[in-house]
């Protein structure tokens, strides 16, 4: 399998450029949340982000989804997790800091007192981790093939860039992690685990999902396209209830995007159903008026799928 790695600075939108990169190459788009997610799954909620177990948890489930794809890992010390892997490409993304400012007031919408502020918390932070994670608090120039300067390139030109060099150095060459080599990888992983009382809860995987509608399928299709990041109806929240507390009533939105911690509903019925739906998210916002929800209704589908290239028939039944 090739693997990329992008790591950076915070403020320099490292994952932008990862997931441009990943969509350029067609390779799997894998961001820190996403990686956490699949974590999750696999070894039950991690109560402690910050350890030294987490190398080789993550590199477990990363070198079983190379038996199927090739990678693009957006997590910051990932390069640290391949040493002497042939197929590899470590790229770093930094930025003076005054680009990396304005990106958060921008990003965050923050003035730039605060966004001076953010920025010194994320430095601590990512050092914290990294120091924790992989012995070191600092990213090594040495341990990068690729450094580009988010100061003076765009995250298009970067995932150019790093297009380029995949291409030049051929990393795909060698096709797919083959079964064996993974079985035996996966042994020294698991034995090292076992040292820290880690054992695998279930088998994190990416989603064979079962739609209940054909306009679901075409978004999460557009959402694999771009690499973002999405689980299918993970939440039901109740919105009425009788007088003894009894839930009589709940929604379920279609998806949740964990990188923008949103939830998106699909609304492609006819219109004279939709009041009822309505009815539901404007409930759903008043009661939990933390959550994040979007709604796209059937022309918004419909602009986004004739402007990707995506042809489906929408039913007016959802």
């Not at 993304?93 to 005054?98: F, L, M, Y």
Request: glycine share 4%; charged share 25%.
């Amino acid at each position: 399998m090739a693997v990329v790695t992008v790591s950076g600075e915070p403020g320099c939108r490292t994952r932008e450029v990862a997931q441009l990169a990943a969509q350029r190459l067609a390779f799997t788009h894998l961001s820190a949340q996403r990686v956490d997610s699949l974590l999750a799954e696999e070894f039950g909620p991690i109560i402690e982000s910050n350890s030294k177990a987490w190398p080789d948890m993550a590199a477990s489930i990363l070198l079983r989804l190379g038996t199927e794809s090739h990678l693009v890992i957006g997590v910051d010390g990932a390069e640290l997790m391949f040493r002497n892997f042939p197929a590899l490409l470590r790229v770093r993304v930094v930025a003076p800091e005054n680009r990396r400012i304005g990106n958060l007031m921008l990003d965050d919408r923050l003035d730039r007192a605060t966004a001076r502020v953010q920025l010194r918390a994320r430095e601590s932070e990512l050092r914290a981790t990294r120091k924790a994670r992989f012995g070191r608090a600092t990213a090594a120039p040495e341990t990068f093939d690729l450094t580009l300067n988010a100061g003076s390139l765009d995250a298009s030109h970067m995932a150019a860039l790093i297009e380029a060099a995949v291409r030049a150095r051929e990393l795909t060459v060698h096709g797919f992690l083959s079964h064996a080599a993974e079985a035996q990888l996966q042994f020294q992983i698991r034995l090292r685990l076992a040292k820290h009382g880690i054992q695998p809860q279930a088998r994190a995987s990416l989603k064979n999902v079962q739609f209940g509608h054909p306009s679901e399928e075409i978004f999460a299709n557009l959402l694999d396209f771009y690499r973002i990041a999405w689980e299918y109806e993970p939440r039901s929240f109740p919105i009425a209830w009788d007088v003894s507390g009894r839930v009589l009533e709940s929604f379920t939105p279609d998806f949740f995007l964990p990188e923008s911690d949103m939830y998106v509903e699909l609304t492609t019925m006819k219109q004279s159903l939709v009041t009822r739906k309505n009815r539901k998210i404007r409930l759903l916002r008043e009661i939990y008026p933390h959550i994040n929800i979007q709604v796209f209704y059937q022309k918004d589908l419909q602009d986004l799928v004739l402007k990707y290239g995506i042809i489906p028939e929408i039913a007016e039944s959802k």
